[in-house]
C-alpha cells in the first residue's frame, strides 16, 4: 500500500498520497520494524499480538517503500530504516552469505520480492555492499541450477534432483533476481 500510494503521489503530484504513504508507513514501521536489528515481521493475528515471521518479502517491500519515501522527501530516516532491513536481509536471512533456503506455495515467491526491492537499494553508489550480496547470491543460484532444465531450486547451494519437483514460483524467485543484474551495471 505504501509503495502504492508513493507511486500515485509521484505521478499525479497530489499531496494526499504521499501523507497516505507517510501515515501507512509511520503505522507499519511501528507494528512489524525492530529498528535495532532491521527484522520486518510479518503480521498481526487476529487477537492483535504481532507474529513475528520473518521473511524476504516483508523486509523487501519494506525496503521499496522506505526508498520511495526517501525519493519523494529527501528524508535520510527513511533510507537509514531501508538499509537497517537491507543488512537484516544479508546477516539474518541469510548464511555464508547466500539467501536461506525458501519455502514451497507462495513462500517459494518470497525471496523473489525482496530481491526485487534489494536491487532498487543496491543501485546507489553507497550500496555496493548490497550489490556484491546480489551478484553473489545470482552466481550461486545459477552455479546450481538443475542441467536437465537449468531451473533453480529452493536451496541455491545445492543442484536439484531431477526428480525434485521444483514449483514455478520457487524458480521464480532465481529469475527476479537474474533479472535485476543487468539493472546494477554501469
Do not use: M
Amino acid at each position: 500500500a505504501v509503495i502504492t500510494a508513493c507511486n500515485l503521489a509521484q505521478l499525479t503530484k497530489q499531496k494526499k498520497y504521499l501523507e497516505t504513504a507517510r501515515t501507512l508507513f509511520a503505522w507499519s514501521r511501528a507494528k512489524f520494524f525492530e529498528p535495532k536489528t532491521g527484522a520486518v515481521y510479518d503480521n498481526v493475528n487476529l487477537e492483535g499480538k504481532l507474529t513475528r515471521w520473518d521473511f524476504t518479502y516483508n523486509c523487501g517491500t519494506f525496503i521499496g517503500s522506505a526508498l520511495r519515501l526517501h525519493r519523494l522527501t529527501g528524508d535520510a530516516s527513511f533510507l537509514a530504516d531501508a538499509k537497517r532491513a537491507a543488512r537484516h536481509f544479508r546477516e539474518d536471512l541469510s548464511s555464508g552469505g547466500i539467501v536461506k533456503p525458501c519455502g514451497k506455495g507462495d513462500g517459494g515467491a518470497f525471496h523473489g520480492v525482496g530481491f526485487r526491492y534489494l536491487a532498487e537499494l543496491a543501485a546507489r553508489a553507497d550500496c555496493a555492499d548490497v550489490r556484491a550480496y546480489l551478484y553473489d547470491n545470482a552466481a550461486q543460484a545459477w552455479a546450481n541450477r538443475r542441467p536437465s532444465d537449468d531451473l533453480v531450486g529452493n536451496d541455491w547451494r545445492r543442484v536439484p534432483r531431477d526428480d525434485f519437483d521444483i514449483e514455478g514460483q520457487v524458480a521464480n524467485s532465481a529469475l527476479t533476481l537474474f533479472l535485476q543484474i543487468p539493472l546494477l551495471e554501469d
